[in-house]
């Protein structure tokens, strides 16, 4: 059977390319912004991310993790358990749950045996997040085509934690006359049935006014088989913000030639090619 | 005359009560999710409750703020936060995540929601597969009429999704739970002889499903085939009770007793089902031999906050038995501190002991009274099991052995 080849459409004609930001948008800025500025697990607020492995220790400047004020605490993992030994005893360290300890809160996620901890400080002061006019024409809308070879792969999501992903097939946009490719991969996040699909790409933007490492952007079902697919909703992963992060690696063959002056910017000044990560198989 | 003109410009700018029944529905990105909101009066406060339904979840606060009314889910970090346009409320449910905030649409106008019957060719029970990226996987709807319109629920391996009510138009449907947590949506519709439709999760997440009427063959995987057990020697425990006292299986109140060890968490609603009747069999079979304990596993980790959380599900329920402090509820971890079960995947879990203390059975998940037919089946053969081991007669289910 011969593959059928679905082109994406934009939403509104190119003709009328730029215009209003629309209200919704606005107000998940709006939202993103003040978690940003404010959440106590904000990527700002970040101060380490570190793969718990046989154990890390954290407090005292000699400690795998130095903590100023707090005195010397382990953190292992045994059968999928998190535990975190201190002066005051040990304590389990659920999967997803804010653990405080001193001035700083912990958070451990990632799965079994591979368990990941970020801790958080204090926010640190910064600039909203900046973001490309928005661009109707960089907005989209049409079928998800199933994935040439069905299967799981591990990357790391936003906060730079491995999952496993699914392949969830390609979208076909029409980018300045070329037609891109784009794979979407399903990501899954904490608990419930919950789960979203996500491009990670690469675009001519990267290091002339976006992230370098490139940008995630979700797309979200319309119904009737439709998807949206809207650049304007691209969104830097939690490593533009602080070094804490590791980088995903980006997707293999996510890399658009043309420019995509949409979504969020990076305005962290220049990132060393070195921390861009080699693209993932 | 001039206090008057005062008054009443006040009351112009003053926001509406929020005091009335509201239609109210999440705007996820596949469709509308409806559910009702109830907001009353109490002593000098509003009180308010999400509705499915005949099924309300209380909300913890109510208040104005502005031109807004915002109404607080303490339980989940969560909150609603609408402003009044007339006679309708437009804003957005809202919970902290750890990636970002979740935020869903929310709008509201005064009034119920139509009761929508659903024709005989809908109800029942239907053989369900869900078609994710991760796989395929069978689920049960139960789909009935009841008071409110059509309602049901969703049953997996390893228990239910909790209750669920909704609307009906032709041979389409769509039904709902949301408690302030968990935003499901159920939507489908009647082709032949099939029903196919989608599962939606959150504000996103879309599972393509297709089901047949119930033949009466087994779909699910039985409770008891999820996990396994060591059974060559007796059930190992060892947790602190409500008090600080480490509490073991050797404890002189087990020995020589039939024991249901009930692995539950105070967040897990499907254990908010199992506890009431637990309590039922407790007072039931006591004074035959019969004990049960609770392992729970709880959200924080820290032990203080875990143990007023318990007490207040212990209250809540009349729980006469003992209640454990376990653990945390991450499936890997709860597995961990009880080595003897394999393949840990649900809470609740019920670990039934026979009286040398081995363990003849486990039955992961429970079906909730929204099931129907499946609770009351579920409390039969739970009482049939207990009666057998309170007898001392080998179990007809056998005990599992992966050891």
């Known amino acids: 059977m011969g593959r059928v080849v679905v082109l994406w459409i934009a939403l509104l004609s190119a003709s009328r390319v730029v215009a209003q930001l629309p209200p919704q948008l606005a107000r998940e800025r709006a939202d993103y912004a003040a978690w940003l500025a404010t959440s106590p697990v904000s990527p700002l607020a970040a101060i380490a991310q570190q793969p718990i492995g046989d154990g890390i220790e954290l407090g005292p400047s000699d400690a795998d993790i130095p903590l100023g004020g707090v005195p010397r605490h382990r953190l292992t993992q045994r059968g999928g358990a998190v535990t975190l030994d201190g002066p005051t005893g040990r304590r389990a360290v659920p999967r997803g749950v804010r653990v405080r300890v001193g001035a700083y809160t912990l958070v451990v996620d990632g799965p079994a045996g591979r368990a990941v901890l970020t801790v958080f400080g204090s926010p640190r002061p910064h600039a ?154 | 005359m001039r206090l008057g003109l005062a008054a009443a410009a006040l009351m112009l700018l003053a926001p509406p009560s929020p005091v009335g029944s509201w239609r109210a529905v999440l705007d996820l990105a596949g469709g509308t999710l409806p559910f009702t909101l109830e907001i009353g009066r109490g002593a000098g406060h509003w009180t308010a409750r999400l509705c499915n339904g005949r099924e309300c979840h209380p909300l913890s606060s109510v208040r104005l703020r502005g031109d807004s009314v915002v109404l607080e889910i303490a339980d989940y970090a969560a909150s609603i936060t609408a402003a009044f346009h007339g006679d309708s409320l437009s804003g957005s449910y809202r919970n902290v995540g750890n990636r970002g905030p979740r935020v869903i649409p929310f709008r509201a106008s005064r009034g119920r929601w139509p009761v929508t019957r659903a024709p005989a060719t809908l109800v029942g029970r239907w053989d369900a597969t869900f078609f994710s990226d991760f796989g395929s996987s069978p689920r049960v709807f139960e789909l009935r009429n009841g008071t409110r319109g059509l309602e049901g629920t969703l049953i997996s391996n390893t228990g ?83 008090d600080g006292h480490v509490v073991t299986e050797r404890d002189p109140r087990f020995a020589g007793k039939v024991v249901l060890v009930d692995v539950f968490g105070t967040w897990c609603p499907t254990c908010h089902d199992s506890a009431p009747a637990l309590v039922r069999l407790y007072r039931k079979y006591h004074a035959r031999g019969l004990e049960i304990v609770g392992l729970a596993y709880e959200v924080t980790g820290d032990t203080a906050v875990d143990a007023r959380q318990v007490r207040r599900f212990r209250d809540k329920f009349g729980i006469p038995f003992p209640l454990l402090l376990a653990g945390v509820n991450d499936v890997d971890a709860a597995g961990a501190t009880l080595p003897q079960l394999h393949g840990f995947t649900a809470f609740p879990t019920t670990v039934f002991l026979g009286r040398d203390g081995r363990v003849r059975r486990v039955h992961a998940g429970f079906y909730g009274p929204a099931t129907g037919a499946q609770h009351a089946a579920l409390i039969r053969e739970f009482e049939a099991e207990i009666e057998r081991l309170l007898s001392g007669k080998p179990g007809e289910s056998g005990a599992l052995s992966r050891p």
């Open chain 2, 160 to 242: 239910d999704y909790g209750h669920f009510a909704g609307t009906v138009r032709g041979d389409s449907f769509a039904l709902a739970h949301f408690d302030g947590s968990f935003v499901y949506l159920l939507t489908g519709a009647l082709h032949g002889d099939t029903l196919r439709g989608v599962f939606h999760a959150g504000l996103h997440s879309e599972t393509p499903w297709i089901a047949l009427r119930s033949t009466g063959a087994a779909h699910l995987r039985g409770p008891t085939e999820i996990t396994g057990a060591d059974t060559t020697a007796p059930f190992r425990f060892a947790f602190p009770d409500l």
């Open chain 1, 128 to 281: 909203h997040p900046e973001f490309y006019r928005y661009q109707q024409s960089l907005a989209f809308s049409g079928p998800l085509a199933p994935p040439q070879r069905p299967g799981r792969v591990r990357v790391l999501g936003l906060d730079g934690i491995e999952v496993e992903a699914a392949e969830a097939g390609s979208v076909l946009v029409p980018i300045q006359g070329d037609r891109v490719r784009l794979r979407v991969l399903r990501l899954p996040t904490t608990g419930g049935e919950e789960s979203e699909l996500e491009i990670f790409f690469r675009d001519a933007t990267n290091a002339h006014g976006s992230y370098p490492a490139g940008r995630f952007v979700t797309i979200v079902p319309l119904g009737g088989g439709n998807y949206r697919l809207d650049f304007n909703r691209a969104r830097n992963p939690f490593c533009a913000y602080s070094t804490a992060y590791p980088c995903p690696a980006p997707w293999r063959g996510n890399t658009i030639a043309a420019p995509v002056p949409a979504g969020e910017r990076y305005t962290g000044g220049t990132v060393p090619a070195s921390a861009v990560p080699a693209e993932v198989p």
